[in-house]
């Protein structure tokens, strides 16, 4: 479960305050994979940030009853002049998971080959998509957050990254960012609109890809 209570976020543009997400009071459903759509600008990324605690809100809190994972595509997640293998390392210690699987499973996930052991800042964006989503997966949360990462590497990563994103959805819930509407139907059976600071839930994922297609003007 996972709670939104009062929520709202704003940020000072221009000299001006933009309100991205406008005292927003919803509870999403347990164990669902959700589609979350907006336009370009409409505080996507913002409102992942903040379920997964790395942005505070202005005002509210997000109330939940399970483990939260790290914004999946955020590369952030890394210390750039750490290996991957030293994030891994870290990062296991951080949630109290085997290191030496946890290791072991991202390295053969990720297929880096040798630059898993070289620093992350020599890495591609797709090196570091397949590093950060690698770690995702080996590490179990209630709720995973993604954000567009799937789409990175060739068509056998594509077809691993779902095959695993699957198994974990069989046990936990997700909060999907991707413009690709066609790859948001393979993984989502519902979806989260936001627009104007607001949010609204659909139980039927096509129901809201239309609604999100007349907001968008297509």
Known sequence: MIRFENLTKSFMVNGR??????????????????????RNGAGKSTLMNIIAGNMRPDHGRIVTDGTISWPVGFGGSFHPELTGAQNTRFLARVYGVDTDELIAFVRDFAALGQHFFMPVRTYSSGMKSRLTFGLSMGIRFDLYLVDEVTAAGDAAFRAKSKAVFEARMAEAGAIMVNHNLGELRDYCQEAIILEHGRLQYFADIDEAIEVHKRNMGT
């Open 17 to 38: 305050r933009k309100i991205v997400i406008d005292d927003l009071n919803l509870t999403l459903p347990t164990g669902r994979s959700l589609a979350l759509l907006g």
